[in-house]
């Protein structure tokens, strides 16, 4: 199954000169906001709905950090003429008309859906497939603390989009109609490259590709879990511990289900069967429909709502026509306010964004997010501690309306530690990282303030987690640029200037580590004679921090250096070679660090131990 990036539109003054449009209502389940212009009966059943979903996944997965995350707002729609101003790039050109589709937000996750839907009992097929696989994919990715393999975190949302809710009971995993006839009319997806594909594979990049690496994820996962009368789920199971306890996935793939070639090749029998089978669950008697609070939404409210999903959807002239209805209704809501600072922070528009955060907190703005970010924009690297004072006490507003949110707590957390708040700042972090544990940027701020903290061996330790954890450029080059910061500090066993480190987030607009200050004064001792200097500098010139990048050169100096009995030279060449990740590069790194560990250098034997394999 496909889920393109979801571009949409819409046509307000058209819709609404056909009929007067039926009010909005909203309603609060224990974990769902559901939005609707269905009726009361309607929206209470679709919450309903999704907390039998989710608490189907707390039974399947009991160890999942299922309420963890950005929370889902559902929209749920009466009919196709509401759903498609919800998402009108599906009725643009020769498209596919879609039942549900889902999009991300800023700090909200949306999903839209079609009520008038039959599910007759007959069809096993789930006519909000697409919802359902955001649904249990943000659950199940989000429980791990490294990136997934992408066959099995696509596969698990593949057989578990599927899930059908009935009065009495659920179905989980029943079989995908599309998937089989994908993977029956195509060669099958090469075991090696369905186990290692990535981001950048072209089983992920490529649309058609795509499709058929999900069918042949799908029919493997489906085989592991329900296949030859479930023998292999046990072995799912542990595949599934050794992987919340951070173990690689090659090494956990291995010690699960041991060599992958049988499951592959049975994979292709399994699916030219008829029969399948699938979980039937009860539902749960602990959520009530009549019990969730209802209420009918000002029109106001209403237009922001949709607005704020447009937005979301990148639709700037439908999103800023919702807005401006609500600001019209409304002038003091701070919804509109919302609306375009998301809209000028996309258009790069930074100080317009700014002040228009800064406009939605003055109306009293209940999104987190808008203290957050509203701290990130003012933040810059040269700020005093008053200011720091000023963007940590944003920050708490925004911890205040949004415990959960794993990117405030590490902000947090990076300006308490520059305020000498140092223990406080150490539980704000471990704690992002219990939130999010696959996100390096948190890991990373955990490394910052084990350093202030003068723990530099548990820091180098969070260091390394953070590049194991990296799953993009910019996360390795910054992981890797503090780790080695890290290694010439403690080489050097001497204090330096920490490196200047971009503490407002993922989304901050000035980015990655700085190591400027640390290159000038290790360009002083090289020059000096320095030969420690020499290897450090070397370190900084191979990923271009600080001083111009010149990777052949550092190597060049970096052996002179080990070659001539200097330790410091060994571990930076090793260091270097670490970052190119070439399994003959890693090999070498080891050999080298092993030598100077032989010689009772701690530092080597330290970064030994936490080399990545």
Known sequence: MRHPALVLGLMITAESAIAAPAPWIEVKSAHFRVISDAGEKAARK??????????????????????????????????????????????????????????????????????????????????YQSAYWSYSSAVFNRSFPRRLPAWYSRGIAEVMSNTIVRDKELHVGRPLASSLQTVREHSLVPLNELLTADSSSRWRTDEVAAEIFDANAWALVHYLVFGDERKHAEKVNQFNRLLYAGTDPELAIREAFGDMKPYHAEMKRYVDRNLFGYARIPVSLDTRPEAYAVRALP??????????????????????AFAAEAAKADPGLPGPSEIEASLLEKEKRTEEAKAAYAKAAENGSQRAHVYYRLAQLEWTPDADNAAKARLAASLEKARALEPGSANTLSFLADLKSDLGQGEEALALAQKAIEIEPAESYHRLTLARVLWDLRRPDDAMRAAQTALQAADDERSRQSAQAYLDFLAAQRARRAPAPTPVVATAGPAAPSAPVSLASVAEAFTRACSEGDKSGCAHLAVLQAHGDGVKRDRPKALATLETLCQEGLDDGCIGWALVLVNGGRPSDLAQARELLQGVCNHKNAEACQLLKSMPR
């Open 46 to 127: 679709t919450a309903w709905q999704f907390e039998q979903i989710r608490l189907a996944l707390l039974q399947v997965w009991p160890w999942a950090k299922i309420d963890s995350g950005d929370p889902f707002v559902v929209f749920a729609a009466r009919d196709e003429n509401t759903l498609r101003t919800l998402g009108p790039h599906y009725w643009e050109g020769k498209r596919y008309r879609p039942v549900s589709f889902f999009t991300h937000g800023d700090d909200r996750q949306y999903i839209a859906l079609r009520i008038d839907v039959s599910q007759p009992d007959d069809v096993g097929t789930n006519p």
């Open 299 to 320: 029109p106001a409210e209403s237009a922001v709502a949709r607005g704020e999903m447009l937005a979301a959807m990148d639709r700037p002239v439908e999103a800023r």
